[in-house]
């Protein structure tokens, strides 16, 4: 199955704004991270679909899924 992986701030550094990804059928959000080498403490917001998810949730075929790293200013 295919899901939309958006990444967002310091986490397109060297990466990718958007892309398609191929990934296993019952994959969790915590999978995908893996897959494309981005340690969970470097995440702070995840999105399924413009909802609220976990690195437990599981995404379906077409799912759209945002990543967020901790956000700092002052």
Do not use: W, Y
Not at 27 to 52: T, W, Y
């Amino acid at each position: 199955m295919h899901v939309t992986v958006k990444l967002f701030a310091t986490l397109r550094i060297n990466r990718f704004e958007e892309s398609v990804c191929e990934i296993v059928d019952g994959s969790s959000v915590g999978m995908l991270l893996e897959k494309l080498s981005i340690p969970q403490d470097q995440v702070a917001i995840l999105f399924i679909n413009g909802r609220h998810a976990t690195p437990e949730s599981v995404m379906a075929d077409g799912d759209s899924v945002g990543i967020f790293p901790p956000v700092g200013g002052g």
